[in-house]
């Protein structure tokens, strides 16, 4: 399947806006499914509206209600996924599956808040506990209908031959390990190479802004991290995989250094677009805003799109489908939306030790020791022992030494994305700027909008104070290298009403010129420049932004980066005719990825599989190699374009160029005039559960094969395998927003709402979202009614 051109895009977006406009009082349709029932637990009638795309609208007599009745909905459209979530984060997977994740869910549990929970919920919003609380009790109501044969068990359950479990509401705020964290894995990576060849050979891996120069922490022996130090930190933060489930024994394991450069891949995935437009700059002289976050994409989607409307509260937007409210999206007077913004928030701690004691000034500390059970499916419980010091959980032990990490996780109010309850009413900049300074986890870059034409935007994240170092390696722990408190929020930065009319980011290194990063040491390690420039480049050149606007560059295929890498060839030339024709038709591309491009397919894998590998095999010393692996794309290119690189520039360009050739040859034939990008180039979403089904059940729980433009340098930001080109990041859901005329606003989730393989809206959002088309997020009650396709009513069980 091909993509829409860019008048196609523009067509969708005209008449999505033209329908939402035309809902004035539109009645629900007679053709609108009803249904009706009574719920435990739910204190006044109450209805779901579930419009023709699977988005559910939530109308309340009370806001408890409306978080009863999201929990009530979340578990009618993904319970399965939603359980697991609880039972990964909780460390309950071998209750229901088996020993087989005894370990994963000790790691698990190494990661749980274990702070006091008074001090957890004065964290968030003061109505935040009412939320959670009746959104627990809204999934526990379901589950009970469940059990009880009123509604039907999901097929996993059945093939997993496990049972959904209660929710406690601390459940949702004590589970850290799906927030966004970072650099713990980069930390270790560097040490290793520091080890291996010394700090100059990690210049390809991992590029520094603002420059910097790191040096090795005074008491620190790089070779004592051993290779696998992140084995509990990764099981605990992994996915849940069913292979071994399904084959009856253990899933084969990689090498340490395999899951380090894997875990290291994954979070450069990690991204995200938003910017926010100034009436001055807009067609209509209302702001725009624009989101769409970049995760793993799968099935069912990361994301869920709902709407809460009740007499004190009327949100609609996006968030991880086991939360209660939004992450992002908008409310009567405010809209905001989030990407990542790369504060440093984990420190490894290296100590010496004796027993379950380390040395922490001068003396020797105990480790705190907690004993815990496991229950196991099928066997008797498992004990297992879990150590703490200090600073955090002790993830390996070695001889003498024990590596615990430091993490913001510990602390209250780093439950991932709950800082949006500080959202949900805001109204101005002033209640933005409020919830911004008290956001703890994942750290990111806030944008705001309101009804007023005010825009903004700001870093938000609990900032650990490093006054002594960088936090770019492992440390002592023996009380040298110690965070001095957090850094207030006031003291990230932030733009109201920016002169330019506009603000965008995309993990860019955003910090403003003359900001004291050397001493406050926020974070070095960012996303490239690459969608950055060209949303900026875009942006800049539109005086009178449209909604078709934002869509088209939320999918917008150009490749920055590789402007810069193909004018590294523009004296280079070659005696092979197929390298040469390569090299002209690279010369003359306009660097739009589209799936129809030849140069496309040229470009991304001579980048991706070949240019990296050689570089780092000219520059870096042997012993390093593995480490380093292919290299950063954005270092690899800084490095090309420096003097030192010049003697042997023109041999790797046209070496890599010359295997990327070759490689080509092999998958799509010795034509170079059949190659295409989107013949390589594709998506296709498969559940983890999938494997324990058989292949006809199997197929109906995947979503088909759809060719992608883009690529991870793009806008569209379409990451993928290197061995098979299969996307495995990008848009989780685009949101383009209308301030002030909200039934004009757009969404568009992937593959679709519902997590039941057999719904039709289960993979009805999948073309869509490939083909960069949108649907209208209504949210006045005319539009909702409009678009109606089936109405629950609700009413208390007597």
Same mark, same amino acid.
């Given at each position: 399947?091909?993509?829409?051109?860019?008048?196609?895009?523009?067509?969708?977006a005209a008449a999505c806006i033209a329908t939402a406009a035309a809902a004035q009082d539109a009645p629900t349709s007679s053709a609108v499914k009803r249904e009706a029932r009574t719920v435990a637990g739910l204190a006044a009638p109450a209805q779901i509206v579930v419009d023709h795309w699977g988005v559910p609208h939530i109308f309340a007599g009370s806001a408890r209600d409306?978080?009863?009745?999201?929990?009530?909905?979340?578990?009618?459209?993904?319970?399965?996924?939603?359980?697991?979530?609880?039972?990964?984060?909780?460390?309950?997977?071998?209750?229901?599956?088996?020993?087989?994740?005894?370990?994963?869910?000790?790691?698990?549990?190494?990661?749980?808040?274990?702070?006091?929970?008074?001090?957890?919920?004065?964290?968030?919003?003061?109505?935040?506990?009412?939320?959670?609380?009746?959104?627990?009790?809204?999934?526990?109501?379901?589950?009970?209908?469940?059990?009880?044969?009123?509604?039907?068990?999901?097929?996993?359950?059945?093939?997993?031959?496990?049972?959904?479990?209660?929710?406690?509401?601390?459940?949702?705020?004590?589970?850290?390990?799906?927030?966004?964290?970072?650099?713990?894995?980069?930390?270790?990576?560097?040490?290793?190479?520091?080890?291996?060849?010394?700090?100059?050979?990690?210049?390809?891996?991992?590029?520094?802004?603002?420059?910097?120069?790191?040096?090795?922490?005074?008491?620190?022996?790089?070779?004592?991290?051993?290779?696998?130090?992140?084995?509990?930190?990764?099981?605990?933060?992994?996915?849940?995989?069913?292979?071994?489930?399904?084959?009856?024994?253990?899933?084969?394991?990689?090498?340490?250094?395999?899951?380090?450069?894997?875990?290291?891949?994954?979070?450069?995935?990690?991204?995200?677009?938003?910017?926010?437009?100034?009436?001055?700059?807009?067609?209509?002289?209302?702001?725009?805003?624009?989101?769409?976050?970049?995760?793993?994409?799968?099935?069912?989607?990361?994301?869920?799109?709902?709407?809460?409307?009740?007499?004190?509260?009327?949100?609609?937007?996006?968030?991880?489908?086991?939360?209660?409210?939004?992450?992002?999206?908008?409310?009567?007077?405010?809209?905001?939306?989030?990407?990542?913004?790369?504060?440093?928030?984990?420190?490894?701690?290296?100590?010496?030790?004796?027993?379950?004691a380390y040395r922490y000034k001068g003396g020797f500390e105990p480790m705190k020791v907690v004993h815990e059970t496991i229950e196991v499916k099928g066997e008797a419980p498992r004990d297992v022992t879990l150590k703490f010091t200090r600073h955090g959980p002790v993830i390996a032990e070695t001889a003498g030494h024990a590596f615990a990490m430091r993490t913001v996780w510990n602390l209250p109010g780093a439950s991932g994305y709950f800082g949006s309850s500080r959202m949900w009413r805001a109204k101005s900049w002033a209640d933005f700027k409020s919830g911004q300074e008290a956001w703890g986890?994942?750290?990111?870059?806030?944008?705001?909008?309101?009804?007023?034409?005010?825009?903004?935007?700001?870093?938000?994240?609990?900032?650990?104070?490093?006054?002594?170092?960088?936090?770019?390696?492992?440390?002592?722990?023996?009380?040298?290298?110690?965070?001095?408190?957090?850094?207030?929020?006031?003291?990230?930065?932030?733009?109201?009403?920016?002169?330019?009319?506009?603000?965008?980011?995309?993990?860019?290194?955003?910090?403003?010129?003359?900001?004291?990063?050397?001493?406050?040491?926020?974070?070095?390690?960012?996303?490239?420049?690459?969608?950055?420039?060209?949303?900026?480049?875009?942006?800049?050149?539109?005086?009178?932004?449209?909604?078709?606007?934002?869509?088209?560059?939320?999918?917008?295929?150009?490749?920055?980066?590789?402007?810069?890498?193909?004018?590294?060839?523009?004296?280079?030339?070659?005696?092979?005719?197929?390298?040469?024709?390569?090299?002209?038709?690279?010369?003359?591309?306009?660097?739009?990825?589209?799936?129809?491009?030849?140069?496309?397919?040229?470009?991304?894998?001579?980048?991706?599989?070949?240019?990296?590998?050689?570089?780092?095999?000219?520059? %870096?010393?042997?012993?390093?190699?593995?480490?380093?692996?292919?290299?950063?794309?954005?270092?690899?290119?800084?490095?090309?374009?420096?003097?030192?690189?010049?003697?042997?520039?023109?041999?790797?360009?046209?070496?890599?160029?010359?295997?990327?050739?070759?490689?080509?040859?092999?998958?799509?034939?010795?034509?170079?005039?059949?190659?295409?990008?989107?013949?390589?180039?594709?998506?296709?979403?498969?559940?983890?559960?999938?494997?324990?089904?058989?292949?006809?059940?199997?197929?109906?729980?995947?979503?088909?094969?759809?060719?992608?433009?883009?690529?991870?340098?793009?806008?569209?930001?379409?990451?993928?395998?290197?061995?098979?080109?299969?996307?495995?990041?990008?848009?989780?859901?685009?949101?383009?927003?209308?301030?002030?005329?909200?039934?004009?606003?757009?969404?568009?989730? %992937?593959?679709?709402?519902?997590?039941?393989?057999?719904?039709?809206?289960?993979?009805?959002?999948?073309?869509?979202?490939?083909?960069?088309?949108?649907?209208?997020?209504?949210?006045?009650?005319?539009?909702?009614?409009?678009?109606?396709?089936?109405?629950?009513?609700?009413?208390?069980?007597?």
């Amino acid at each position: 399947m091909g993509t829409l051109g860019a008048a196609a895009v523009s067509a969708i977006a005209a008449a999505c806006i033209a329908t939402a406009a035309a809902a004035q009082d539109a009645p629900t349709s007679s053709a609108v499914k009803r249904e009706a029932r009574t719920v435990a637990g739910l204190a006044a009638p109450a209805q779901i509206v579930v419009d023709h795309w699977g988005v559910p609208h939530i109308f309340a007599g009370s806001a408890r209600d409306a978080f009863f009745l999201q929990g009530y909905n979340a578990a009618r459209d993904r319970l399965w996924q939603i359980d697991l979530w609880r039972k990964r984060g909780l460390g309950r997977l071998s209750a229901s599956f088996g020993p087989t994740y005894v370990a994963q869910d000790r790691a698990a549990r190494l990661f749980l808040y274990r702070g006091g929970m008074a001090a957890e919920w004065a964290s968030y919003d003061p109505q935040a506990r009412t939320a959670v609380e009746a959104f627990a009790a809204g999934v526990n109501a379901y589950v009970t209908e469940v059990k009880a044969g009123k509604r039907p068990l999901p097929v996993e359950f059945r093939l997993s031959a496990s049972q959904p479990e209660a929710w406690a509401p601390e459940d949702i705020l004590r589970i850290r390990s799906h927030a966004l964290v970072s650099n713990v894995a980069s930390e270790v990576a560097r040490a290793q190479v520091a080890c291996a060849a010394g700090l100059p050979a990690d210049r390809l891996r991992r590029k520094l802004e603002p420059p910097h120069a790191t040096v090795v922490p005074a008491g620190l022996d790089p070779c004592v991290v051993p290779a696998d130090v992140l084995k509990d930190y990764l099981l605990a933060t992994g996915p849940v995989s069913f292979e071994a489930l399904a084959s009856g024994g253990r899933k084969a394991e990689a090498p340490a250094q395999v899951q380090l450069a894997q875990a290291l891949d994954a979070a450069q995935n990690e991204g995200s677009n938003n910017w926010v437009i100034a009436p001055s700059r807009t067609a209509t002289g209302r702001p725009i805003l624009a989101n769409d976050p970049h995760r793993p994409v799968g099935v069912p989607s990361l994301r869920y799109i709902v709407h809460l409307n009740a007499p004190d509260l009327d949100i609609i937007g996006a968030g991880e489908p086991a939360l209660p409210g939004v992450s992002f999206g908008h409310n009567r007077q405010m809209a905001w939306g989030l990407t990542i913004f790369y504060i440093d928030q984990e420190d490894l701690y290296v100590y010496d030790t004796k027993a379950d004691a380390y040395r922490y000034k001068g003396g020797f500390e105990p480790m705190k020791v907690v004993h815990e059970t496991i229950e196991v499916k099928g066997e008797a419980p498992r004990d297992v022992t879990l150590k703490f010091t200090r600073h955090g959980p002790v993830i390996a032990e070695t001889a003498g030494h024990a590596f615990a990490m430091r993490t913001v996780w510990n602390l209250p109010g780093a439950s991932g994305y709950f800082g949006s309850s500080r959202m949900w009413r805001a109204k101005s900049w002033a209640d933005f700027k409020s919830g911004q300074e008290a956001w703890g986890t994942p750290p990111l870059n806030l944008i705001f909008a309101d009804t007023s034409g005010e825009i903004g935007w700001s870093a938000a994240g609990l900032t650990p104070a490093r006054s002594n170092w960088d936090g770019l390696m492992p440390v002592p722990g023996d009380g040298r290298y110690e965070w001095a408190g957090l850094m207030p929020g006031a003291q990230l930065p932030a733009a109201h009403n920016p002169p330019e009319g506009f603000f965008a980011t995309a993990n860019e290194m955003n910090l403003p010129a003359g900001y004291p990063d050397e001493s406050r040491h926020v974070g070095f390690e960012w996303g490239d420049r690459s969608r950055i420039n060209r949303i900026k480049e875009v942006l800049a050149t539109t005086p009178k932004a449209t909604l078709a606007d934002s869509m088209a560059l939320q999918t917008d295929s150009h490749d920055d980066l590789s402007r810069r890498t193909i004018a590294l060839l523009a004296h280079v030339s070659s005696a092979d005719p197929e390298v040469a024709r390569a090299i002209e038709l690279l010369r003359s591309w306009d660097n739009d990825e589209t799936t129809a491009s030849a140069a496309a397919a040229i470009y991304q894998v001579w980048a991706t599989n070949h240019l990296g590998h050689t570089v780092v095999a000219s520059a %870096t010393p042997q012993a390093a190699r593995v480490l380093v692996g292919s290299g950063q794309l954005d270092a690899v290119i800084s490095y090309l374009e420096t003097p030192e690189a010049a003697p042997t520039r023109d041999a790797i360009l046209l070496g890599s160029l010359g295997a990327a050739v070759t490689e080509l040859k092999n998958r799509l034939g010795p034509d170079m005039a059949t190659w295409s990008w989107g013949r390589l180039h594709h998506a296709r979403f498969e559940p983890a559960a999938a494997v324990l089904a058989d292949s006809q059940l199997a197929e109906q729980m995947a979503t088909g094969t759809l060719q992608i433009p883009g690529s991870a340098s793009s806008p569209r930001a379409a990451t993928y395998r290197p061995s098979d080109f299969r996307q495995t990041a990008g848009a989780s859901v685009r949101l383009v927003m209308d301030v002030g005329a909200w039934d004009n606003s757009v969404a568009v989730n %992937t593959p679709g709402q519902s997590g039941d393989p057999f719904s039709p809206h289960y993979r009805d959002l999948f073309p869509l979202w490939a083909t960069g088309a949108y649907i209208p997020l209504d949210f006045s009650r005319a539009a909702v009614n409009r678009d109606a396709e089936t109405v629950i009513s609700l009413e208390p069980a007597k």
